[in-house]
């Protein structure tokens, strides 16, 4: 087992700088992402680690070893590739072994982990078959016992659940969940599925433009985003432009179009003066006046419902508030709700997150 740290690391191809100056810790035994946009250099990142890229500056150290010089096959890490890239002349349980016969270890070793490997990826019954008598899901789990047979430091992911529908991928999700924590492995996972990334990881890092912009677990990064970038590639949000009018009871008191927004459990360099960009998402709503709650005084606002598109569990709601501000609005469980209608709406201070741009 061994953590990852990257320092300063870089990578340009011609005039395109895909990594710029990325300096990272992934703990040991942990399951990270690296998420962002087409093009931010999140492939690149990985495949450096991998070694299948040089950086032109910066360290890779894993555990406490310096690879950056290693090449890939001395670097003890596995890779799961986005097409699998399994053998195709090969059975599964061939597949498996291959690792396992390059390092050449005994017959009966590299039965018995072999075995134990396809158990593990539930495919034990289907040793004998050749990838193409396989559906997707059922390759994505051959690639993950190939790369782990071999017992790497660190298992690497390119976008694994890209070529899997909808349901197998969430099947998958939570199988490469249960490996990599059963087998206590540090694993970095690349993707853009944002659902993916805050479904898995114990922390995530998002790129941009080959730099990383914030880390951190899902939950801090989604709830606390520290920048508009953040705020908008991680999820869906509201953005409102205010103005700070100071500071109450731990809350920072703005002037928005729609009125009085106060906001809580602001990082320490929000600026608290000056014009801002609220962020707030659309779950944090609540539409008061189903005769369930009074709605509060604070941060209660008047609307008129402008559309609504039904997606049986939730509805999401296109709402104008007072001030010419449209915004929407995500309810769980939706009531009939009639376009024009009028309605009062409620944000908890703490969900509204203050933006410095
Ligand atoms: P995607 O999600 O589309 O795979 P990514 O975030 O993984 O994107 P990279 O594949 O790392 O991004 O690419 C980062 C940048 O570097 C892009 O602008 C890409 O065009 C460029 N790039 C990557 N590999 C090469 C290469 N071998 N030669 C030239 N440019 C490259």
């Known amino acids: ?80 590739f986005q097409n699998y890239a399994l053998w195709p002349h090969m059975t599964v349980a061939e597949n498996v072994d291959f690792g396992l016969k390059v390092r050449r270890l005994s017959a009966a070793e590299r039965h018995d982990r072999t075995a134990a490997a396809l158990k593990a990826v539930r495919m034990q019954d289907y040793a004998r078959r050749r990838p193409n008598q396989l559906s997707g899901g059922q390759q994505q789990r051959v690639a ?21 529908d909808a349901r197998l991928r969430s099947e998958m999700r939570a199988e490469i969940r249960r490996l990599c924590s059963e087998a206590a492995i540090t694993s970095v996972c690349v993707t853009h599925d944002q659902t993916e990334a805050l479904s898995m990881a114990d922390r995530l890092a998002v790129m941009r433009e080959g730099r990383i912009v ?44 729609m009125g009085e927004v106060r906001a ?20 944090a709503w609540r539409i008061e006046g189903d005769g369930s709650a009074v709605a509060p005084a604070v941060n209660t606002w008047n609307g008129r419902l402008i559309d609504t598109a039904y997606h049986g569990e939730a509805g999401r709601h296109e ?29 908890d201070p703490a969900d509204v997150v203050v933006l410095a741009d």
Not at 145 to 152: F, N
């Open 1 to 80: 087992m061994a953590g990852i740290t990257l320092k300063g690391v870089r990578k340009a191809f011609g005039s395109t700088v895909a990594v710029d100056s990325v300096t990272l810790e992934v703990r040991d035994g942990e399951l990270f992402f690296l998420l962002g946009p087409s093009g931010c250099g999140k492939t690149t990142l990985l495949r450096i680690i991998a070694g299948f890229e040089a950086p032109e500056a910066g360290r890779i150290v894993i555990g406490d070893e310096d690879v950056t010089r290693l090449p890939p096959e001395k670097r003890r890490t596995g890779m799961v």
């Open 319 to 347: 709402v104008e508030l007072d001030g010419d501000v449209t915004i929407h609005v995500l309810e769980a469980n939706p009531r009939d709700r009639m376009r024009g209608q009028s309605l009062r709406l409620h944000v």
């Open 144 to 164: 993950l016992a190939r790369a782990l047979v071999i017992e790497p430091r660190v298992l690497l992911l390119d976008e694994p659940l890209s070529n899997l």
């Open 264 to 283: 809580r459990g602001l990082r320490e360099d929000t600026p608290r003066s000056g014009n801002l960009t609220c962020s707030i998402r659309p779950e």
């Open 214 to 257: 914030q880390v951190g677990r899902p939950r801090d990064v989604y709830q606390r985003p520290e920048n508009r970038f953040v705020a908008d590639f991680l999820g869906e949000t509201n953005f409102i432009s205010a103005e700070v009018k100071g500071a109450e009871a731990g809350e920072l008191v703005l002037h928005a179009p």
